[in-house]
Structure formats: C-alpha cells, structure tokens
C-alpha cells in the first residue's frame, strides 16, 4: 500500500508540476493549448500555477522528508479543492469535454489523502 500510495504522490505531482510550469509559459503560447488562459487575467493564471507548484510540492516532500507528513493529506484536499474548482469552471464555460483530467488527478489525490491519513492513523 506504501508504495502505491508513493506513486499516486509523484504521479500526482508531475502532472501539477506539468500545469505549473505551463501557466508560467508566455500568455500567448499556453493560450493556443488552453483557450481559457487567453480570455482570464494573467495574474490569475500565474497564480494557479504557483498553486499547482505549491501541491506538487506538499504532496512528496513532507512525507519523503518525514518532515510534517500530515501536511501530505491537507495538499492531497487542497488538490481535491483545486480540481473541483476546475471541474466547475469548465463546466460553466461549456468545456466539459476537458475535465477528465481533472477528474482523473481529484481520484489520485482522494487516495493520497485517504491512504496517508489512514497511515498515520495506524502509526499512533
């Protein structure tokens, strides 16, 4: 289960490490892949991708440092928020053929958060 969950965790934070490093790419050029980030504030796309790094971030380092670990489970809820933010906002702008990628990393992280919480539960 240990390393299932540690995979979920990486998995998980590559493809918001991914979305990061995109939404700090010129407006222009992740406009062409992403309309939606052509047609909102800049700051508002620069600030989602220092979220998505922030969560790629809580996701492994706490846990692989054993540095604070339960904040691994309060990223893996921030991610879960983050995608149902996202879900919603695509849905409403008629987008709901691209939400499958939010769906698929909101699944990932309801397991981080319930196989880690579930971990540290035991470990009491």
């Not at 380092?61 to 809820?77: C, E, F, Q």
């Not at 906002?89 to 769906?103: A, K, L, P, Q, T």
């Amino acid at each position: 289960m240990k390393i299932t969950l540690r995979i979920a965790q990486i998995l998980t934070a590559v493809l918001l490490l991914m979305g990061a490093v995109m939404k700090f790419m010129p407006i222009e050029k992740i406009s062409a892949m992403m309309p939606w980030t052509g047609q909102v504030p800049p700051i508002l796309v620069r600030l989602l991708g220092l979220i998505d790094l922030l969560g790629a971030l809580g996701l492994v380092l706490p846990d692989m440092l054993h540095v604070k670990p339960r904040l691994t489970v309060w990223a893996a809820i921030g991610t879960i928020l983050l995608m149902l933010c996202a879900i919603f906002f695509h849905i409403s702008r008629g987008e709901s053929s691209v939400i499958g990628f939010n769906i698929l990393v909101a699944a990932l992280a309801i397991f981080i958060a319930w196989g880690r919480n579930k971990n540290q539960l035991q470990q009491k």
